[in-house]
């Protein structure tokens, strides 16, 4: 009986990891997201790259990446770290747009493979 209680604590551990980690994933990916979405309207409203928004955001990325590194491929999210690099230094409206929309693409991907799904356990 002690087995079976302790395969169920077990279990219970695990879920709870995995909730925890779908939760962190998904609405840090959200909040990234609507951080890009920010950078692009401040951009079509005055025509100006907006570097602070970039540099605030490039430093949630941080955060974010330090968070969720344990759980996710690292190879992942430095692609994506390479996305907020090249964002940083984009020269012209066209570049900044086409890394906002690689950035939202690739955490959206980020998200949607943190998620179960019956065909992949099938």
Same mark, same amino acid.
């Given at each position: ?58 430093? @949630?990325?941080?955060?974010?990446? +330090?968070?969720?590194? =344990?759980?996710?491929?690292? !190879? #992942? ?5 390479? $996305? ?13 747009? @086409?890394?906002?929309?690689?950035? +939202?693409?690739?955490? =959206?991907?980020?998200?949607? !493979? #943190? ?5 992949? $356990?099938?």
């Amino acid at each position: 009986m002690k087995r079976l209680g302790f395969c169920i604590f077990i279990l219970m551990a695990l879920v709870a990891v995995s909730y925890f980690s779908l939760r962190r994933v998904s609405a840090g990916g959200e909040e990234l997201s609507q951080g890009v979405d920010d950078i692009r309207r401040e951009y079509s409203v005055t025509g100006k790259i907006p570097t602070k928004r970039i540099d605030d955001l490039s430093l @949630k990325w941080q955060d974010y990446y +330090k968070s969720i590194s =344990f759980a996710e491929n690292t !190879n #992942e999210l430095n692609e994506i770290s390479l $996305l907020f690099t090249s964002l940083r230094f984009a020269e012209d409206g066209q570049d900044l747009i @086409k890394e906002c929309e690689l950035i +939202k693409t690739s955490l =959206f991907l980020l998200c949607e !493979n #943190e998620y179960p799904h019956w065909y992949s $356990l099938l």
